[in-house]
Nanobody, 127 residues
Framework: QVQLMESGGGSVQAGGSLRLSCAASGDTGSLKYMGWFRQSLEKEREGVAA????????YYADSVKGRFIISQDNAKNTVYLQMNSLKPEDAAMYYC????????????????????WGQGTQVTVSS
């Protein structure tokens, strides 16, 4: 079992920055990859960024490339999402997710490939 706890959400003006954190606990030694997803009332859940725990390889949705950076501190079992140049359309509930199995059937930004989810942290961006 793995537990995830997000933090760092809040309100920011367009063009501003926020850093989200996701702390994992439990069976952290088995984690294969971690991702950030977001969902708003207007849109379906969207994979934003992901990172493979061992290699550190990162993946991003086109909508956030060049603006968001996913990183990890393995000693703290924590993944971060640095969000820069925020736009009103980035406003959403952001969720951290992870899996202890390899994503054999789904893309790394597909929510179906993740088993464990956090409760989410709200990000609001005002224009």
């Amino acid at each position: 079992q793995v537990q995830l706890m997000e933090s760092g959400g809040g309100s920011v003006q367009a063009g501003g920055s926020l850093r989200l954190s996701c702390a994992a606990s439990g069976d952290t030694g088995s984690l294969k990859y971690m991702g950030w997803f977001r969902q708003s009332l207007e849109k379906e859940r969207e994979g934003v960024a992901a990172i493979f725990v061992r290699s550190g390889s990162t993946y991003y949705a086109d909508s956030v490339k060049g603006r968001f950076i996913i990183s990890q501190d393995n000693a703290k079992n924590t993944v971060y999402l640095q969000m820069n140049s925020l736009k009103p359309e980035d406003a959403a509930m952001y969720y951290c997710a992870t899996s202890t199995a390899w994503p054999t059937n789904f893309g790394i930004l597909n929510a179906l490939g993740y088993k464990y989810w956090g409760q989410g942290t709200q990000v609001t961006v005002s224009s």
